[in-house]
């Protein structure tokens, strides 16, 4: 037996396994990546990885270290240029799953990455927005993953970078949004899923060992929660191994 999983490894796995039918997904680096390395290794082996750099159908054997990493070019099927990529691939709707994380989210899976503080005068300046606006539009879903806290899971974004569901029911078709949206929030104490009538984030799953009373304590809104929670199944012996194996490498 595989010794017991951490929270990280439980949120790796839980979104490598969002993966097990998909056929198209674009990631960046870090968890992401990690999960849809992972997806390949256990769950879907003819999943295709493209990276913001172009690379299409990248067949990583280590953690990329950047979206530039020379592996993913030499494993790629393919090449493209960033406006090709943007234009052609993500803009058309040709991608199944895009990932993204945030600094923060609010109840409508709305994301910012520019920010933390005013904008003319920031305690943080974070990134920006790179792609993720443009793969939030037109992916055919998306998925978000973050750390479960008030920190990160906001009553009120500094700065809305990324459009997830808006203001609510309705908000992506008004704004002539093509793709589904985030579809999931993946944390490390569970996943918050959008709910049909309203398109607020509610809980829908618990990882092993986390009570609903956490989850509301870390999330910076009054958390709606599913009349029955599932809860996550553990990560199996071959999804840890084949995890550890790949972050050892």
């Keep these: 037996m595989s010794v017991a999983a951490s929270t990280d490894e439980v949120q790796t ?13 674009f990631i960046g680096v870090g ?4 999960a849809a390395i992972l997806a390949r290794m256990v769950h879907n082996p003819d999943l295709v990885l493209i990276y913001e750099s172009g690379t299409i159908g990248a067949k990583p054997f280590h953690i990329p270290l950047s979206i530039g990493d020379g592996e993913l070019s030499e ?15 993500i803009g058309a709707g040709r991608v199944d799953v895009g990932f993204l994380g945030a600094a923060q989210v609010d109840r409508y899976a709305n994301l910012n990455s520019t920010v933390i503080g005013d904008y003319d005068h920031p305690r943080t ?6 792609g993720a606006p443009e ?10 993953t973050v750390a479960h806290s008030r920190r990160t899971l906001v009553e009120r974004l500094d700065f809305l970078t990324t459009v ?4 609510g029911p309705g908000a992506r078709g008004r704004l002539g949004l093509r793709g589904r949206g985030p579809t999931a929030v993946i944390t490390d104490l569970g996943v918050l899923e959008p709910d049909p009538s309203s398109a607020e984030l509610t809980l829908t799953q618990l990882h092993p060992g986390v009570t609903v009373e956490q ?12 009349e029955r929670p599932r809860i996550t199944e553990r990560p199996s012996d071959a999804e840890l191994n084949a995890l550890r194996e790949l972050l050892a490498r």
Excluded at 125 to 130: D, N, S, V
Excluded at 135 to 144: D, F, L, M, Q
């Design 13 to 25: 796995v839980v979104a490598a396994r969002r993966l097990a039918s998909a056929r198209t997904v």
């Design 31 to 34: 968890r992401p990546s990690i």
């Design 75 to 89: 494993t790629a099927d393919t090449v493209v240029g960033v406006p090709e990529m943007f234009n052609y691939w």
């Design 125 to 130: 300046r974070l990134p920006g927005a790179g």
């Design 135 to 144: 793969i939030a539009s037109s992916c055919g879903e998306v998925i978000v």
């Design 164 to 167: 997830g569901h808006g203001d």
């Design 215 to 226: 989850a509301r304590e870390q999330t910076g809104w009054e958390l709606a929660v599913a």
